[in-house]
């Protein structure tokens, strides 16, 4: 009984929801009336019209069935009809005329329930898409409803409650309780809406058998709650039904004690399609949730790395700030004393000390970049733009570099022509000292440092040009990037990256290639009209 039950739903539903060949054992019912009926035909009177209850299997058919099968179950009542009226007629020697008439009304009457049969079915077809599409909608209305009190939520334990309340509104349920799981028992959080008189486990109570290995499948979906052990939730809360669902969490939550999932029961729901709704809005809600712990964790990550690196900021602008006003009164002493200001010094003296001067300005230039670079990096450098004369710059450099040139026996040579950019100019010179300071210290004794300005289509195109050995192959990709240019006796591989930042901050490009020496060559608008494209830009 209890599977006739079931296939007569299957059949209902069937029909509502206009599948085709979807009721077998319907097919096979109408078979067997078929039959019974025909055998029950040929053993009684002709004028005895048995076959008219064949309109059952046809009925049946029509209702449930596709309609090429409903056709044949007609074909088959019609040949049976008229089969059994001429076995009947020919078992008793004679034709009735009233048993042929009833026979061709039989046949009629089948037509005309086939065709209201099928009929019946079209509209019940059509009624329950229409019914389906009103359900899918009020459906889709609520969860959009409920969604848009949950996007306004940012704190989770906020978030967990607003999602009860939804789910009990949408689903017209009496309450929702919330209870947190980890490590196979009940924990926080725990929300009950409404609060009073509803019953859930303690937290530290181990979680039923039935809901863990519910929670352990790869896919869960929303259950009835009819296991046994979860009967006591029902009982103490005089529930008639009850509605399962959980949520993961991603292992990073934020709230203590880290749940690694949340169960959601719902009592006694009134709305259609409540599990339906359920399982649609729990995945919603999971998403939201595993964003939030993530997006509090990102800027909890955020909020520690800021505080890291306004501590090395400190840290740089301290250790630059402090260097440098002791290497620079020390340097100051020690040329004072190679100039006799304490009396005449030995020979090896005057040598120790040129060699700690020398160290020492090294160490004052180590502060002073590492003290930009810290500013360039933070973007602490206010812009200023004015007219700034790329020619008497130049030409002034080159003056202020003679002697590193003289100390060489380098030749410059600076074919400049007028041209006038929009720019600052402490930062341009020392873009510009920068280049030729790293071209004196690659350049041979002897040798020619040409330094070229031209105007070209808007743009100051700066090229500066040595005769070294240039740059090794694998060192040039990471040339303007940090610590890139980094190379044995030379810097410590700022210089260049601090010039691609000054050249970057104008809105130009620095590029490097080889050609007998190594040429680098600047691009910079008239008009300074754009900033900083990426974090270590430059070509080479």
């Not at 039950?5 to 209902?12: A, H, L, Q, S, V």
Request: glycine share 8%; with cysteine; aromatic share 8%.
């Amino acid at each position: 009984m209890h599977r006739l039950y079931k296939t007569i739903g299957r059949f209902r539903r069937g029909v509502f929801t206009g599948e085709t060949d979807s009721a077998p054992a319907i097919v096979s019912l109408s078979l067997v009336i078929l039959t019974g009926v025909f055998a029950l035909d040929l053993v009684t009177p002709q004028t005895l019209i048995v076959s008219i209850l064949l309109n059952v299997s046809i009925t049946m058919t029509g209702l449930l069935a596709s309609r090429r099968t409903s056709v044949l179950m007609l074909i088959l009542c019609l040949l049976a009809n008229g089969i059994a009226g001429f076995i009947d007629a020919r078992r008793e020697g004679f034709v009735s005329a009233i048993a042929v008439w009833d026979r061709v009304f039989s046949g009629f009457s089948f037509v005309l329930v086939w065709a209201l049969s099928r009929f019946i079915r079209q509209n019940a077809t059509r009624k329950g898409q229409i019914l389906a599409i009103q359900a899918r909608s009020r459906r889709e209305y609520l969860i959009r409803k409920s969604l848009g009190e949950l996007v306004a939520r940012t704190e989770i334990p906020d978030l967990i409650r607003v999602a009860a309340e939804q789910f009990r509104s949408t689903c017209r349920a009496r309450a929702v309780v919330v209870k947190g799981v980890a490590d196979d028992r009940f924990a926080e959080p725990t929300v009950c809406v409404p609060e009073s008189d509803i019953w859930s486990w303690p937290s530290g109570e181990p979680i039923p058998g039935g809901l863990k290995l519910r929670i352990d499948r790869p896919d869960p979906a929303p259950f009835w709650a009819t296991q046994l052990s979860l009967r006591p939730f029902v009982d103490f809360n005089r529930a008639d039904r009850v509605a399962a669902g959980w949520v993961r969490l991603v292992p990073e939550a934020a709230f203590p004690p880290r749940p690694t999932a949340l169960v959601f029961f719902m009592i006694d729901p009134e709305e259609d399609g409540a599990l339906s709704l359920f399982s649609e809005l729990l995945p919603l809600l999971e998403e939201m949730l595993n964003r939030s712990v993530l997006a509090r964790n990102l800027m909890e990550k955020n909020r520690i790395l800021s505080m890291r690196n306004d501590v090395i900021r400190d840290l740089v602008y301290a250790v630059s700030h402090d260097i440098r006003t002791p290497l620079v009164a020390n340097t100051l002493n020690m040329k004072l004393a190679k100039e006799g200001a304490w009396g005449e010094l030995p020979a090896p003296y005057l040598n120790i000390l040129d060699h700690a001067v020398v160290s020492n300005e090294a160490l004052l230039k180590l502060a002073n970049d590492l003290l930009l670079l810290t500013r360039y990096e933070l973007n602490e450098i206010p812009p200023a733009r004015q007219p700034v004369d790329l020619e008497r710059l130049l030409k002034s450099v080159v003056e202020e570099l003679g002697p590193l040139f003289r100390a060489k026996g380098l030749v410059p040579v600076v074919c400049a022509d007028p041209f006038t950019v929009s720019g600052d100019p402490g930062g341009l010179k020392r873009l510009v000292w920068n280049l030729l300071d790293n071209a004196i210290r690659w350049s041979p004794h002897g040798g020619t440092v040409r330094i070229t300005l031209q105007g070209r289509e808007g743009q100051a195109i700066l090229e500066i040009a040595d005769e070294g050995a240039g740059v090794a192959p694998e060192i040039r990709p990471q040339l303007f990037k940090r610590f890139g240019g980094l190379q044995r006796g030379g810097g410590v591989g700022l210089g260049l990256y601090i010039a691609n930042q000054i050249v970057r901050r104008h809105g130009g490009v620095l590029s490097y290639r080889y050609d007998r020496g190594s040429h680098f060559v600047v691009s910079i608008p008239s008009a300074w009209n754009s900033g900083p494209s990426d974090k270590d830009g430059g070509s080479a």
